[in-house]
């Protein structure tokens, strides 16, 4: 089958799919052979790079289903406006940081809806981090210190990433690709969430 021809039946799947997640374009090295999954270990012996980040065409403007998560969206409202901070900010990195899931857990350790690591719940007052509204309360709080230090949302929204001490050593947003790709999404979604 040739690559165009996988490349139409892969995009045709896409079209009809209610699918929220990365599709991945893995390529045999030896072979050359390219394949596109959702699912990036399916083929260990094959070189899998993100193809499609959860495809836009998909993504609501309001951004999520909150019955799935028993998230009431006015809070995103409210939290907000506790903080002075845009709702559509928070829904973006909220988005971006746990697709909404207030049980998500990350590799590195960072916890719920707006994937707060254990020193910095603590830091907010965060005792249950998987409480969604306790999470986005943290989440706001410790947003706006960033806000205020940093007085520059691509740097404050950077330090949320990837810790305010390496904003701090970079002079800017860190060299790194998770970040900078982290500051871009966050970016994209808040401007469709407006």
Known sequence: MSKILKLLIFLLILGFSKAYADIYKCEDPQTGEVIFT?????????????????????????????????????????VAQAYSLDPALLKAIAKVESSFNPKAVSPKGALGLMQLMPTTAELVGVSNPFDPLESLK??????????????????????????????????????????QNYVRTVLYYYNLFK
């Open 38 to 78: 959702n699912f990036k270990g399916v083929f260990p012996e094959k070189i899998c790079q993100v193809y499609v980040k959860e495809p836009r065409k998909f993504i609501s403007k309001t951004g999520f289903s909150s019955s799935y998560y028993n998230i009431d969206e006015r809070w995103f409202n409210e």
């Open 138 to 179: 943290g989440g706001a709080l410790y947003l706006k210190k960033l806000l205020e230090e940093f007085r520059d949302l691509e740097l404050a929204l950077a330090a949320y990433n990837a810790g305010p001490e390496k904003v701090r050593l970079y002079k800017g947003i860190p060299p790194y690709s998770e970040t």
